[in-house]
Nanobody, 115 residues
Framework: QVPLVESGGGLVQPGGSLRLSCAAS????????MGWYRQAPGKQRELVATITPGGGRINYADSVKGRFTIARDNAKNTVYLQMNTLKPEDTAVYYCNTNPPMSWWGQGTQVTVSS
């Protein structure tokens, strides 16, 4: 398993930016495809972005393409999500997990986009 702790969320105005971080423990991180997910109130959790172990393959949900960037630092066991040009519809709790996801989820980090 790869226990995970998300951070970096907050309240931001539309058009603003945030950078999320996810710190993983365990030696399996650098061999694992990672993903960022989000869950908005009343909606199912959705996959936002994925990155392969070496970072060579990255995929994004259509709703965030061109605005979000996923990256990882295997030396620090950390995966990041840079979010630019945020919209109110990006408001959600953001989680990181493996892809496909483990059954265990961290607490996530709240992102609220509002004026």
């Amino acid at each position: 398993q790869v226990p995970l702790v998300e951070s970096g969320g907050g309240l931001v105005q539309p058009g603003g930016s945030l950078r999320l971080s996810c710190a993983a423990s365990g030696s399996g991180f650098r061999m694992t495809t990672m993903g960022w997910y989000r869950q908005a109130p009343g909606k199912q959790r959705e996959l936002v972005a994925t990155i392969t172990p070496g970072g060579g393959r990255i995929n994004y949900a259509d709703s965030v393409k061109g605005r979000f960037t996923i990256a990882r630092d295997n030396a620090k066991n950390t995966v990041y999500l840079q979010m630019n040009t945020l919209k109110p519809e990006d408001t959600a709790v953001y989680y990181c997990n493996t892809n496909p996801p483990m059954s265990w989820w961290g607490q996530g980090t709240q992102v609220t986009v509002s004026s």
